[in-house]
């Protein structure tokens, strides 16, 4: 079945580090490729997609790469904020339902 | 513009009581979800539907029923509250297959849940 593997956090960064959240996923077909955030006291939110092999999806600074050949949706940003800090999850498309990642938590220090 | 809209947002329940979560969207989208958020981990889902008078069964479904007699509404009851069932519950929906932004979930704010 469909599945998706996050790196495992937390991770802590400073202002201004870059940023690397890893995202592998198993499936059949092609689906579209998600980023969710969730801060703090929230519900989850689009943060960016993609929904076909080498499509870039890009929002707020955050881009992310469908790469079919190594089955990957690596979430980066070349500078972070304290605002960043979140939980981060990497989502697929099955047919009816989306497959979720376990979540990674970003902290920001200024 | 209200989205998706639960409620409560916060309850206490002692073991063995029920009660109905509530989840109402008005963006006319056929596809609801109901999933829960345990401390540090990550989304489970318990039950979803893809339209009125379906329903289906997600990853976690045991302790919890589900109904949909209508697009907007999507409650989720729980019968005989166990301290397991103590987590945060998010609603969740999107439009059909076709539509535009298909497969992008729209998220309630959430409904935690502690069952003491």
């Known amino acids: 079945g469909n599945s998706v593997t996050q790196m495992e956090g937390p991770v802590t960064l400073s202002e201004e580090a870059f940023l690397t959240i890893n995202c592998t996923y198993t499936?059949?077909?092609?689906?579209?490729l998600f980023w969710y955030v969730q801060y703090p006291g929230e519900g989850l939110q689009l943060l960016l997609k993609?929904?076909?092999?080498?499509d870039k999806g890009s929002n707020k600074g955050f881009e992310a790469t469908y790469r079919k050949e190594t089955t990957s949706f690596h979430l980066e940003k070349g500078s972070v904020q304290v605002s960043d800090s979140a939980v981060y999850f990497c989502a697929l498309s099955g047919a009816q339902k989306l497959v979720f990642g376990q979540g990674t938590r970003l902290t920001i220090n200024p | 513009n209200a989205g998706v809209t639960q409620t409560p947002k916060f309850r206490i329940l002692k073991i063995g009581q029920s009660m109905t979560l509530q989840c109402t969207q008005d963006?006319?989208?056929?596809?609801m979800y109901w999933y829960r958020q345990d401390p540090g981990m990550g989304l489970k889902l318990i039950y979803y539907?893809?339209?009125?008078?379906?329903?289906d069964k997600g990853e976690v479904p045991n302790g919890y029923n589900v109904s949909r007699s209508t697009t907007e509404d999507f409650p989720l009851r729980l019968e005989l509250a166990a301290p397991s069932q103590t987590s945060v519950y998010f609603c969740?929906?999107?439009?059909?297959?076709?539509?535009?932004?298909?497969?992008?979930?729209?998220f309630g704010a959430g409904s935690r849940l502690t069952v003491l």
């Open positions: 969740a929906s999107r439009p059909g297959q076709g539509a535009g932004g298909a497969n992008v979930l729209t």
């Open positions: 539907s893809v339209g009125a008078g379906i329903t």
């Open positions: 963006m006319n989208h056929n596809y």
């Open positions: 499936a059949t077909g092609y689906p579209s």
């Open positions: 993609a929904t076909k092999a080498d």
